[in-house]
């Protein structure tokens, strides 16, 4: 019975340290001043719908992204004014995963003999914390960021160059 309690709760644990979705172009976290990409992000765009993809460019009035439709293997570039964005969420590297914290802290309190009543709850609310915030750690979301101070986050932050023509970037 013990034993069915310990696997059950083991596999409870590892699903919620899953991680999120993270393109294959954001950097790990040490890299950050070396990618020549743009940062993932999702639009959504006066609760119609979602536009998510490379942030290109951004000014005060547009958003330029680089999306990949789902039903899709072609990726467009999709231009939306500003006001029809109502809300916005960028993430700009890989977060750091610490979801194998959480079976260690809570293989390591079950050798604390009874005190395992006490130690294993705390190490699970600590550990499952950490892991669920770790991934988190390098995004912002509309209220914690302007939409002029996107344009760091863009693979072209000071604005399209001279002679691009938008069409043809991938």
Known sequence: MKTKFIVAAFAV???????????????????????????????YRNEKETIWGELIAVDSLKFIVLSKP????????????????SKYYVKYAEGVSYGGAVPLFMLASLTHGYYALISLPVYLLLTIGIA??????????????????L????RFPQGLPPGIEVNKIR
Not at 70 to 85: A, Q
Not at 141 to 149: G, T
Not at 151 to 154: H, N, P
């Open 132 to 149: 669920s915030s770790g991934d988190s750690a390098f995004t912002y979301d509309a209220d914690e960021i302007s939409v002029m101070d």
């Open 151 to 154: 344009k760091m986050f863009a």
């Open 13 to 43: 644990l590892l699903s919620l340290s899953s991680c999120t979705y993270s393109p294959d172009y954001l950097p790990e976290s040490e890299e950050i001043d070396v990618n020549q990409y743009g940062s993932y992000i999702s639009l």
């Open 70 to 85: 789902e039903d899709s293997p072609v990726r467009t570039i999709k231009i939306i004014p500003v006001k029809e964005v």
